[in-house]
């Protein structure tokens, strides 16, 4: 997934977020990588099934926040988590 640095604020350190979306459309789900506008930037990683994927990602520490479902067929989960990354 995506990391963001740890930024310093007012010499406050804040906590940073790393996104990751998945798109199951037509029964083909699809894990990607995500900025903090929810870009995409990676190429998707084609995954098996979308309740192992889900499943994944909670035990990961990736929270669910938000579902949309764009029509009968295509339904997006955003899951975010606090960055790892402190270099």
């Known amino acids: 997934m995506f990391f963001f640095d740890i930024i310093e604020f007012m010499g406050r350190v804040m906590q940073t977020w790393e996104y990751c979306k998945v798109n199951n ?35 990961d520490g990736w929270e669910l926040m938000n579902i949309n479902r764009c029509d009968h067929d295509r339904i997006t989960y955003i899951y975010c988590r606090p960055s790892t990354n402190l270099a």
């Open 25 to 59: 459309i037509g029964g083909k789900t699809y894990l990607y990588s995500c900025d903090d506008s929810g870009n995409n930037i990676a190429n998707p990683k084609r995954c098996l099934n979308l309740k192992t994927v889900l499943a994944e990602l909670e035990h």
